[in-house]
């Protein structure tokens, strides 16, 4: 899933996959790709593409923050999407949404094993 999430954002996500279930990842690129990828979460109001993010983003933020780095977009101004927007819905709030992926990210933290 990581993969196909780069185009995305449009940086290289940092895994690389080793075959036979096994993936190195660079640490520094993964963060920046994970970064990029709440950032656009956070930017948008479409509902559709922020679920899909949703399911992805905890855990991949408790991979950054436990190899020592952190996401400056969950703490961070957010400015608006032009991008992925809904044209459905006026619904921008970022703080609020930074506040709910905290929590996420600390339900999915207490819900992977630490090393």
């Known amino acids: 899933m990581t993969e196909a999430l780069a185009p995305t954002v449009e940086l290289p996500c940092g895994v690389v996959d080793l075959e036979a279930d096994e993936y190195a990842i660079d640490p520094v690129a ?7 990828l709440v ?3 956070l930017s948008s109001n479409h ?3 922020k679920e899909l993010l949703a399911g992805y983003l905890p855990a991949a933020v408790v991979m950054v923050e436990r190899s020592g780095r952190t996401i400056a977009a969950l703490t961070g101004p957010i400015e608006r999407s032009a991008v992925a ?7 921008f709030e970022p703080e609020a949404g930074q506040r709910e992926l905290i929590r996420l990210v600390t339900v999915a933290s207490r819900a992977m094993p630490a090393a």
């Open 30 to 36: 993964f963060a920046l790709f994970v970064d990029a």
């Open 39 to 41: 950032r656009q979460y």
């Open 47 to 49: 509902t559709i593409f």
């Open 85 to 91: 927007i809904s044209l459905d819905v006026d619904a």
